[in-house]
């Protein structure tokens, strides 16, 4: 056996991999080693992966007082003394996470809990880290003893890089990747994020999962193929892989009962079981398949999620239950929507505005159909949700970004405002969420009475609209730019409104468009995908609402 078998129960282990090789990785090239890294070049010869650990983790810049092997052998028996080392109780900050033996023998089991204890004393600043125990248990396989493992464990965490983000370890850095995580799903896996709207009664505790599905359920062969990947190119490469298993599990899952009435343990168990429905090369082709946001995109949409939370004062552990009852039964009353209508929409909107109850701003039994009153009590809130019942009995919505109070900047003239987060959508006769796209039907302006001038107000404005014919350094359209203090040519077009009518550009070409007395309405098509549009061509509206997003904690 090699030197870095000490830990290892070759029994357990995968029977293609190499015990022993003196083989070494000779690469400088960034990208040539993370091609290398995707492609599995050391992922069959157990100690060239020993050494790429080393040395990648050999690399992270640290804090200058990082714990290295030698503070562990000075503090070990401090700290552990003559305890059994399989009883050892573990920090709080673990928060009850699994302890994965993976492949370990005994000897390695024990010394997992050692090293964690030893961590624990090290870096008091560690409020939450549920993911410690697998990163130590895998790192493990790869170390000649406890020490060394230990180092590694402790470079990781002491990192600091500002824009090189590694392992959460606070509780709002952990929800608000949870957060992420689920608005990612919901952008990227709309059938899979359907079903668990259908299966569960907080979207988000599933979500909540998303770490321990990589850091605890997956098999030793898999997280180490995403171990290899994530050195090498950070944080963004968990989200993919949870998004990939996650498409897997509604793929193969599609049409089959759950195997118990708890879709959390459902997938956990599909997770575990991954071996059965796709390889560890497959998946990593099927996460890597994902156009994901740049790493930048996602950062700004985590600082977004976590300033959220902040403004409600969930930073520990003990108020997660209290944050997700937007949609009460009790208090929620609307002419139009069913209070499960209303949380199949909630389930849709971004994380940090879900954490919010709804509030009833505009109704046209209450305040009439007029345009002017639909701006005075939409002004100043931000974001709104649209809900609108036709007299054909058809109700359809849109989800918008933007305060209604951009549209002056324009002047007299139709303006175009609103971010990528803007979404339309149909209750019935079928739920459809229709997926973002900028405007692009300026006829949708065009009525009956006045073919023209519309028409040509909206073209002129598009035309005349300042979009950098070079976008490679814009910032996708999916985050409000006001939120991030960026220059406005990152905001897009998705809502129009002048004193004479409200446009909504929709997804798959959909599109929406009412006049100024809200009695009637358009709707744009373009077939895409054959969805079904939104309601009839030409409606007349029965009844409309304009919800905003009333803040939890002041309730």
Known sequence: MDEYSRFVDWDKMDATIQTQDSKELICTDFQEFKQLARQGCWAKNHSLRAKVYLKLIGNIPCRTVTPDANVYQDIVVKIIGKRNTGTLPLPEFVDNSLVP??????????????????????????????????????????????????????????????SRRLIDQTFLAFESSCMTFGDLVNKYCQAAHKLMVAVSEDVLEVYSDWQRWLFGELPLVYVARVFDVFLVEGYKVLYRIALALLKVFHKVRTGQPMESDNVQQDIRAFVRDIAKSVSPEKLLEKAFAIRLFSRKEIQLLHMANEKALQQKGITVKQKRQNVHLAVHAENFKSEIVSVKEMRDIWSWIPERFALCQPLLLFTT???????????????????????????AKEVCGAYLSTDWSERRRGGNKLSFFGTGECFVFRLQPEVERYEWVIIKHPELAMTTSEPGAKSTQVSTVLSSSSIPSDSSDRLSPFLAARHFNLPSKTASMFMAGSNECIIIGGGDGQALYLDADLNHGRTSHCNTFNNQPLCSENFQISAMEVWGFKDTMNV
Request: charged share 20%; aromatic share 8%.
């Open 365 to 391: 039994l209450e305040h009439g159909c007029s345009l002017n009153r639909f701006y005075s009590h939409s002004e100043g809130h931000e974001p709104t949700l649209l809900v609108i019942k036709t007299t």
């Open 101 to 162: 033996n993976y492949c370990l023998n005994a000897e390695g089991i024990g010394a997992v809990r050692k090293i964690i204890c030893c961590i624990a004393n090290q870096f008091p600043d560690i409020s939450f880290c549920p993911a410690l125990p697998s990163v130590v248990a895998l790192l493990l396989h790869y170390s000649r003893d406890e020490a060394e493992c230990f180092e590694m464990v402790c470079r990781i965490l002491a990192c600091n890089d500002p």
